[in-house]
């Protein structure tokens, strides 16, 4: 038997989408002309830039699509945000109560800075993070 060809990192084994990702891109022949869509941006970019990347995760990346990688992309691309809370003029609301939660899970709560601002938090899965107001 041959040997296996290996790109991943060496004892980090490859999530499914990483290598099925790899095994398509890595395979395609040159194409000059066509161009590749960012799923998560919008934006387009040369096709065979795929090709120049040694890993299945930088071009999930590239798609748009890493965030739902299983190996690396919980530990590499963590959300860090914080949000800003404004009243229906625009006005920012300081002193506010908030609770922000990941699914049913509170990640962060408390009240609101001068600016309006919660905290920073720094989560895995931005897609579902929802935030709560208490009423004044
Ligand atoms: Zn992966």
Known sequence: MGQQKQDGVVGNE???????????YSNF???????????????????????????GYEMAEALGYAWACDCR??????F?????IRDSTG???????????VGSKVLAKGVTDAQGRTQRLSTDNAKQVSIEVAGS
């Not at 490859?14 to 398509?24: A, F, G, M």
């Not at 860090?80 to 800003?84: A, D, G, M, R, V």
């Not at 006005?91 to 939660?101: M, N």
């Open 80 to 84: 860090n945000e914080q949000f800003e």
């Open 91 to 101: 006005k920012r609301q300081a002193g506010v109560r908030y609770r922000i939660r």
């Open 14 to 24: 490859e999530c499914q989408l990483c290598r099925i990702t790899y095994s398509i």
């Open 73 to 78: 992309g919980r530990a590499f691309k963590r």
């Open 29 to 55: 022949p040159p194409m000059p002309s066509a161009m590749a869509l960012n799923a998560e941006t919008g934006e387009w970019f040369p096709f065979d830039r795929l090709k120049s990347y040694s890993t």
